[in-house]
């Protein structure tokens, strides 16, 4: 078996079985599409960062142990600015519209593997959401009730970008903390601050190991004292979630981070281009 095909597999492992329904195949005009705005937010701005194409016809056999009738399927992760408050949201609260017009409700809807406190904002969709390169997905909507952690619901969110299948994945998150607010954090013990970082899915080195010293070495971050620092150490490894934690050794704070390209690949084996994100604290952090 190729690292590559190791690498997907492990990916797919790491999941566990969510609710499943067939795909429903309906005119788009069948219902009308809800308005972004009319999301129940709780207060604190929801949107959908990203819709990720990252997978199309190619999940394996494996997958039908997550999802009954899934291999052959397509896998996209959906990243939400909020954390999302149930671990498997119903399937029929999502659905994806292609380029021709063909309105589809996923197969399933799961959370994991990233179901930490600290994690939470990425729904793996899974079920046939058209074709590269003649008819891909290009709408997400959530149209059924989708709880946030936290409180207020996602639904009527929706996204009119879908990124292609052949972009490689990059930051959508980034929050800073102070070592004692991850628990169970690997960082070392000199860490004065972790920036953990959340990508559009789920990501390994280019040989399909984890990320490791050349990942490091190839992140920049800024204070804001204008220094550019590499991380002493990445952290939250080996769980194939979409989370990386950068580990810091000072208390100035993290504004932005920066990764080369060719750092990281998808499931796919596509490389990620140069991605910057500014860095923030998190807003739902109890602190």
Same mark, same amino acid.
């Given at each position: ?8 597999l492990?990916?797919?492992a790491s ?7 067939p ?5 788009a005009?069948?219902r009308?599409?809800?308005?972004a705005?009319?999301a ?8 959908i %960062? ?8 190619a ?19 959906v990243?939400?600015?909020r954390?999302?408050?149930v ?7 999502f659905r994806?519209?292609t380029?021709s017009?063909?309105a589809?409700?996923p ?5 994991r593997p990233?179901?930490g406190p600290s994690k939470r904002h990425?729904?793996? %969709?899974?079920g046939?959401f058209?074709?590269?390169?003649a ?5 997400v909507?959530?149209v059924g009730?989708v709880p946030?952690?936290?409180g207020?619901?996602a639904?009527g969110?929706?996204?009119d970008?879908v990124?292609?299948l ?8 980034a ?5 004692t607010?991850?628990?169970?954090t690997?960082c070392?013990a000199?860490?004065?601050q972790?920036?953990?970082?959340t990508w559009a899915?789920?990501?390994?080195a280019s040989?399909?190991?984890?990320l490791?010293d050349?990942?490091?070495t190839?992140?920049?971050i800024?204070l804001?004292t204008?220094?550019i ?5 990445l952290?939250? %490894?080996g769980?194939n979630d ?8 000072t208390?100035d704070?993290?504004e932005?981070v920066?990764i080369e390209?060719?750092v990281?690949?998808?499931p ?6 140069a991605t ?12």
């Amino acid at each position: 078996m190729s690292a590559l095909a190791s690498t997907h597999l492990a990916l797919l492992a790491s999941l566990c079985a969510a609710g499943c329904k067939p795909s429903a195949h309906t005119p788009a005009d069948a219902r009308a599409p809800l308005d972004a705005s009319s999301a129940t937010d709780g207060g604190a701005s929801a949107r959908i %960062l990203e819709a990720f194409f990252g997978l199309d016809d190619a999940l394996p056999v494996m997958a039908n142990l997550l999802c009954m009738g899934a291999s052959g399927m397509d896998g996209m992760p959906v990243t939400f600015s909020r954390r999302i408050g149930v671990d498997a949201p119903d399937v029929a609260a999502f659905r994806v519209t292609t380029r021709s017009g063909a309105a589809i409700t996923p197969r399933c809807a799961t959370l994991r593997p990233a179901l930490g406190p600290s994690k939470r904002h990425t729904v793996l %969709l899974i079920g046939d959401f058209g074709d590269d390169p003649a008819d891909p997905p290009a709408r997400v909507e959530v149209v059924g009730s989708v709880p946030l952690m936290n409180g207020g619901d996602a639904q009527g969110l929706s996204i009119d970008r879908v990124t292609p299948l052949s972009r490689g994945p990059e930051l959508r998150i980034a929050y800073r903390y102070a070592p004692t607010e991850l628990a169970g954090t690997s960082c070392p013990a000199t860490t004065r601050q972790i920036v953990q970082v959340t990508w559009a899915g789920g990501v390994r080195a280019s040989t399909g190991a984890e990320l490791g010293d050349e990942a490091r070495t190839r992140t920049r971050i800024t204070l804001s004292t204008g220094t550019i620092v590499t991380p002493i150490a990445l952290a939250d %490894l080996g769980d194939n979630d979409n989370y990386t934690q950068l580990c810091l050794d000072t208390d100035d704070p993290a504004e932005s981070v920066s990764i080369e390209a060719g750092v990281a690949i998808d499931p796919r084996g596509d490389a990620n281009p140069a991605t910057t994100i500014a860095v923030t604290t998190d807003p739902e952090a109890v602190r």
